[in-house]
């Protein structure tokens, strides 16, 4: 079965440098998620799109922005990256709007390393 | 806020049965999930639980659920090495759409 793509795996950056890192949901799943997992730390929610709309917005930063598209993939885009930023990014997506509860499916992560 | 505990560690040895406790705050949470997460890996669903359910069990796996003391639990039957990780309770928070809130997580280990 399909599951969420998330890439790069890694990627390393310098401070102050910018990073995009993507998600590719599982299709037909019309939510996504992205969460921040800093070293030893729970998953901290950012933002969630539902139907290419914002849903909700969590802890994230005023230097960060993501959007969906029309294919449903979503983008987190960093700028002005902080040694504080580095952490594991996850992506999760999920089906929302029928009976069933469908739970939310994550990728593997992005990991990244700011230096 | 919304807010989710568990205890940090667990240690117990192979073949016996882990019990991982979890408690959360928002009473109108109608799913909760358990999640287990290997080092470097991603968040594997694990189970989750409807909050009109008491108990729910799948093979080794049984969570019972307190509504009223808003107390979560997982109980691993037979436990194994495999079974070695971190293990987060997470509620969902915000209706449908709604986003999870996450426990700080459980570190489980299994000895031979």
């Known amino acids: 079965a399909a599951g969420v793509i998330q890439s790069p795996r890694h990627l390393i950056k310098e401070k102050r440098e910018t990073a995009t890192l993507k998600c590719y949901p599982i299709?037909?799943?019309?939510?996504v998620y992205w969460y921040q997992q800093g070293p030893g730390q729970d998953p901290q929610f950012l933002i969630s799109?539902?139907?290419?709309?914002?849903?909700d917005k969590g802890s994230i930063p005023d230097r960060f922005s993501a959007q969906q598209f029309s294919d449903y993939h979503s983008e987190l885009n960093m700028s002005s990256l902080e040694l504080g930023d580095s952490a594991l990014y996850f992506c999760?997506?999920?089906?929302?709007?029928?009976?069933?509860?469908?739970?939310?499916?994550f990728g593997s992560g992005t990991r990244l390393t700011v230096v | 806020g919304e807010d989710v505990e568990q205890s940090l560690f667990l240690s117990v040895r192979e073949g016996d049965s882990s019990v991982i406790n979890c408690t959360y705050t928002?009473?109108?949470?109608?799913?909760l999930y358990w999640y287990k997460q290997e080092p470097g890996a991603g968040l594997q669903l694990l189970t989750y639980?409807?909050?009109?359910?008491d108990m729910k069990q799948d093979q080794r796996l049984t969570v019972l659920l307190n509504k009223k003391d808003k107390h979560l639990s997982l109980r691993i039957a037979d436990t194994q090495t495999g079974d070695s990780a971190i293990y987060f309770c997470?509620?969902?928070?915000?209706?449908?759409?709604?986003?999870?809130?996450f426990g700080k997580g459980t570190k489980l280990s299994v000895k031979p």
């Open positions: 299709p037909r799943h019309d939510t």
């Open positions: 999760a997506s999920r089906k929302t709007g029928t009976s069933y509860n469908y739970g939310y499916t």
């Open positions: 799109f539902y139907e290419k709309m914002q849903s």
């Open positions: 997470a509620e969902r928070y915000g209706g449908s759409q709604g986003n999870l809130i």
């Open positions: 639980i409807f909050s009109n359910m």
């Open positions: 928002d009473s109108s949470s109608t799913y």
